[in-house]
């Protein structure tokens, strides 16, 4: 089964309203259904800003219509006897059991945050292509809650850091799905024809210490064959030449 991490960016309360009904009716986790609109809000959190809760909702319906990519959120005002990571992890297996998206959790007063992903997916040739890697998830993450003023309202907050999450979202897919720029194509040549290059250059280098080593193998050479006939016990043929010694004594005057 895949590990789930999320983050929280503030305290858990202690007060407030019991588990959800799914998580306590038998002992046996029965979790909702995702929502319909991208966002869970069974007690009225947006009752008093009905356009914030159509804004949110616009903007996840057409990240999912655009790069098949899902987030759900969901607004509680307090928790009891769980927290919004643990909630938020619970809800991201039973909503989104391939991996392909997000769910955040936000309980509004005590400010609890919880984002549930999968950490160490499996990996499967049916995943959708839309799938964020890990790393690119945590760090898009990070850069959301970072980009986002914690000390806003709970509802300007909230609208704010989905906002934020969704815009790095998509400027993951944009550079996905943009093409390889020209001068990147021409240093990419170039880099590869000067690594071939380099390569030369050492085998080059190398067969000249080679060669000029002692411990190269020492060269033999050999007389050619000579096809004369054998003389005078010479297979190769010889030459003879006659000295004289002495002679008469020379006269005396």
């Known amino acids: 089964m895949a590990i789930l991490i999320c983050w929280v960016a503030w305290v858990t309360p202690g007060q407030g309203q019991s588990l959800p ?5 038998n002992g046996t986790p ?3 259904k995702p929502p319909d609109f ?3 809000d069974e007690d009225g959190f947006f009752i008093h800003d009905a356009g914030a809760f159509k804004r949110i909702s616009d903007r996840l319906r057409k990240l999912e219509a655009e790069h098949g990519y899902k987030i759900y959120l969901m607004v509680k005002p307090v ?4 927290s919004a990571t643990e909630l938020a992890a619970q809800l991201r297996q039973a909503w989104l059991p391939d991996g392909n998206g997000l769910v955040v959790v936000y309980e509004a007063d005590g400010r609890s945050l919880g984002i549930g992903r999968t950490l160490d997916l499996p990996h499967d040739p049916k995943s959708p292509d839309a799938l964020i890697p890990t790393h690119e ?4 993450i990070n850069r959301a809650i970072d980009a986002v003023d914690a000390k806003l309202a709970p509802d300007a907050y909230i609208e704010d850091l989905t906002e934020k999450l969704i815009e790095e979202c998509n400027s993951y897919f944009k550079l996905l799905e943009a093409p390889i720029p020209t001068g990147r194509w021409i240093r990419m040549g170039l880099l590869l024809v000067g690594a071939m290059t380099l ?3 050492i085998t080059l280098v190398g067969g000249w210490l080679l060669r000029h080593s002692p411990m190269a193998e020492v060269q033999s050479f ?3 064959v000579v096809d004369r006939p054998e003389r005078l016990g010479a297979p190769c043929g010889a030459s003879v030449t006659a000295r004289r010694f002495g002679g008469p004594p020379a006269k005396r005057a």
């Open 199 to 201: 390569l030369g250059l």
């Open 38 to 40: 991208g966002i869970s």
């Open 21 to 25: 009904e799914w998580l306590t009716k």
């Open 137 to 140: 998830t945590a760090a898009l």
């Open 79 to 82: 928790l009891i006897g769980t």
């Open 30 to 32: 029965k979790p909702p």
């Open 222 to 224: 050999r007389f050619p």
